[in-house]
């Protein structure tokens, strides 16, 4: 943010940014829809969802894989202790 003087003698302040700063954004953008585009092709049935969507998939879906784990590390000490 910068300060100048205009000619009443009043500062005001002006923001301003580098064109730097506008393509470190771009280029977050760009990074956060790759980041999503794999994140489509892990989780069943995320192709083609909206990021916001996609996340609550991808929160149930780890869920899902965790009751997995639980369940099959049951089965195992059933197994293994008779």
């Known amino acids: 943010m910068a300060i100048s003087n205009n000619k ?8 301003w940014r580098s064109r730097r700063g506008r ?6 953008g760009m990074a956060m829809r790759m980041k999503v585009k794999k994140l489509q092709k ?5 192709h083609g969802l909206e990021a916001n969507r996609l996340l ?5 879906y780890i869920m899902h894989l965790r ?10 000490e059933i197994y293994t202790t008779s």
């Open 56 to 60: 609550l998939r991808t929160a149930d």
């Open 8 to 15: 009443n003698g009043l500062s005001k302040k002006l923001k």
């Open 67 to 76: 009751l997995q784990l639980h369940v099959l590390q049951a089965l195992s």
């Open 42 to 46: 892990l989780i069943p049935g995320g």
């Open 23 to 28: 393509r470190g954004l771009c280029r977050r």
